[in-house]
């Protein structure tokens, strides 16, 4: 299943397997994502490798994970979704961000970039 065949699907399923699977996390990003993916997420460009080191310390941190997709849309090869993203602590408490994205799919239905603003929402 590739961000373009369920862009709705893709997002509520990328965080679960890469931030709480049991799979490698090269795999998991790989199976959404082309080779040469960037993500720009609050005017930080993150690279294939910079991703790849950002999830194994996530996965130790991370309890539980639940995305509830606002909106979510594909156009040829663009893509938008607004979207919130909610992590809960292995410590306690959780963490929720708002997420705006935008991107650019390959011809094979994976992204192959991402620009993403996010905002934390403060919990209540």
Avoid: C, W
């Avoid at 049991?22 to 490798?49: F, I, K």
């Avoid at 130790?60 to 809960?88: C, F, I, T, W």
């Amino acid at each position: 299943m590739t961000p373009r065949a369920d862009l709705s699907g893709y997002l509520t399923r990328y965080p679960r397997e890469a931030g709480l699977g049991e799979e490698d996390p090269a795999t998991v990003l790989d199976r959404y994502h082309t080779p040469d993916y960037e993500m720009v997420n609050d005017g930080v460009r993150l690279d294939r490798q910079r991703l790849l080191d950002h999830m194994r310390p996530a996965r130790k941190r991370v309890a539980g994970v639940r995305v509830e997709v606002e909106q979510a849309l594909v156009d040829g090869d663009q893509v938008a979704a607004r979207y919130r993203l909610v992590a809960e602590m292995r410590k306690g408490g959780a963490v929720v961000t708002e997420i705006y994205m935008f991107g650019e799919l390959a011809a094979d239905g994976r992204l192959r970039r991402a620009v993403q603003i996010t905002r934390p929402i403060p919990s209540e």
